[in-house]
Every structure is written in C-alpha cells, then in structure tokens.
C-alpha cells in the first residue's frame, strides 16, 4: 500500500504523469457520467450524479487545455532534436515522423488561439480555430496510426530473420523484438481510439462526427489514457533497468 502511494505521488508530481493521470479521470468520469445521466433505468439521484460527472469531466478538459499553453516550447525541442530524423534506418518512418512532429508543432497555436477568444482575451469566433487543432490533431494520430504500421512490418521481418538464423544470442533478441511489438500496438489502439474520438468532433457530416454520446467519447478517451499510463510506467521501468 505504501509503495503504490509513493508511485502515484511520484507520478503526480511530474507534468507528464499530472496530465495522463487527469486526462484519465477526465474521461472516466464522461464515461460513468455519460452512462448515469442517459440511463433510463437509474434513479433521479443518479442521473444528478452523472450530469455532475460530466460537468467535472468537462473542467479537467478545461485544465489540460490551459496547461498546453505551455506546451509549445517542449515541442519546439523535441522536433529540434528530431530533426529530418537521420537516426532513423527507414525512410517511411522518417519522413511520417517529420510529419507528425510538424502537425503537433502547429496544434498548440491553434489551440491557443481558440482558448484566448473564448476567454475573450481576444476579439474572434473561436469555431475555426478549434476546428484547425482538431484537423491538426487527427492528421497527427493518423500518421502515427502509419507509424506505428510501419514499424509493426519492420520488426517482423526483424524477428522472422532473426528466427531463421539462430544462434546463441536468438532468444535474447527475439524477445526484445516481440517486447518492441507490443509496445508499437499499445501505440497502434491508443492512436485508433484518440482518432475515434478526433473524428467525432469534427464538423457534422464527416464520417460519425458528432454522433458519439457522451459515454462513447468516455470509453475511447479512458482507453486511451490507460494505454498511455501503461506505456509511461513501463518506459520508466525501462530506464530504471
């Protein structure tokens, strides 16, 4: 008990850990809320509690929101660092990697503006601009649905060669590879189900947008933020070893 108190602890008190750990209540609670507030079997009691649910869930997006405003620098210096990505072996991945980096690097100001006008910090409609980020957004969860493709192919062809050749080092590399696969299709669903949701909120008459209910959104965001939960734990286990 005291162990997983100090790692939560731990994890709040980074940002990155901060915000998965509000985004994954942000939509647990639209999830549960949007289950309570629509239910017909459950009580008055209970669907006050989902309504309140979905308010809480709606003030946690509001937070995230404002905390990515200080975002943009540590973009900057990872797409900095990234580069054209001459450290990558495939070009596929490369150039999908640029890319990605170029749609995030181009999200936080769009966001940005869209929560200054309706802050009413400054005088525009904001629809366009929440509408950019969320292009922005989906493009950059498409090509990491790519990515993440890619990279699946390339380490099978990896593990079938390895498989082939033997030798005494064989195991230790295949089971890095397949631990190297699994990471790239927790990747694979999280992007899927953020894309999911992406789609919804894009303008009415685009594939399902705007069809989702509330508990829908819930599920795919809660799917989502475990999987990346999981990802920065196991990624922290990692550089520990």
């Given at each position: 008990?005291?162990?997983?108190?100090?790692?939560?602890?731990?994890?709040?008190?980074?940002?990155?850990?901060?915000?998965?750990?509000?985004?994954?209540?942000?939509?647990?609670?639209?999830?549960?809320?949007?289950?309570?507030?629509?239910?017909?079997?459950?009580?008055?009691?209970?669907?006050?509690?989902?309504?309140?649910?979905?308010?809480?869930?709606?003030?946690?997006?509001?937070?995230?929101?404002?905390?990515?405003?200080?975002?943009?620098?540590?973009?900057?210096?990872?797409?900095?660092?990234?580069g054209v990505g001459?450290?990558?072996?495939?070009?596929?991945?490369?150039?999908?990697?640029?890319?990605?980096?170029?749609?995030?690097?181009?999200?936080?100001?769009?966001?940005?503006?869209?929560?200054?006008?309706?802050?009413?910090?400054?005088?525009?409609?904001?629809?366009?601009?929440?509408?950019?980020?969320?292009?922005?957004?989906?493009?950059?969860?498409?090509?990491?649905?790519?990515?993440?493709?890619?990279?699946?192919?390339?380490?099978?062809?990896?593990?079938?060669?390895?498989?082939?050749?033997?030798?005494?080092?064989?195991?230790?590399?295949?089971?890095?590879?397949?631990?190297?696969?699994?990471?790239?299709?927790?990747?694979?669903?999280?992007?899927?189900?953020?894309?999911?949701?992406?789609?919804?909120?894009?303008?009415?008459?685009?594939?399902?947008?705007?069809?989702?209910?509330?508990?829908?959104?819930?599920?795919?965001?809660?799917?989502?933020?475990?999987?990346?939960?999981?990802?920065?734990?196991?990624?922290e286990q990692t550089?520990?070893?």
């Amino acid at each position: 008990m005291q162990q997983s108190l100090e790692s939560l602890v731990r994890l709040l008190e980074s940002y990155r850990g901060r915000d998965k750990v509000i985004r994954t209540v942000c939509f647990g609670s639209q999830l549960v809320g949007g289950l309570l507030s629509k239910s017909a079997d459950t009580d008055l009691s209970h669907r006050q509690l989902g309504k309140s649910l979905l308010l809480f869930s709606a003030q946690l997006s509001h937070c995230r929101t404002t905390l990515r405003l200080f975002d943009d620098l540590a973009m900057l210096a990872y797409s900095h660092s990234y580069g054209v990505g001459v450290r990558e072996d495939d070009p596929a991945v490369r150039w999908i990697s640029v890319l990605s980096n170029v749609a995030d690097q181009l999200y936080y100001p769009c966001e940005h503006i869209a929560w200054a006008a309706d802050a009413e910090l400054i005088k525009i409609k904001s629809d366009k601009w929440w509408l950019f980020s969320t292009v922005l957004w989906g493009a950059s969860l498409l090509l990491g649905i790519l990515r993440s493709l890619r990279v699946l192919m390339l380490l099978k062809k990896k593990l079938k060669i390895h498989e082939r050749a033997g030798g005494g080092g064989r195991y230790h590399v295949c089971s890095q590879l397949h631990r190297l696969m699994r990471a790239e299709l927790l990747s694979f669903l999280r992007s899927m189900a953020d894309l999911s949701n992406a789609i919804h909120w894009m303008p009415p008459g685009f594939l399902w947008a705007g069809k989702f209910p509330s508990w829908l959104v819930g599920l795919m965001g809660t799917i989502s933020s475990v999987i990346g939960l999981i990802q920065m734990v196991n990624s922290e286990q990692t550089s520990d070893t």
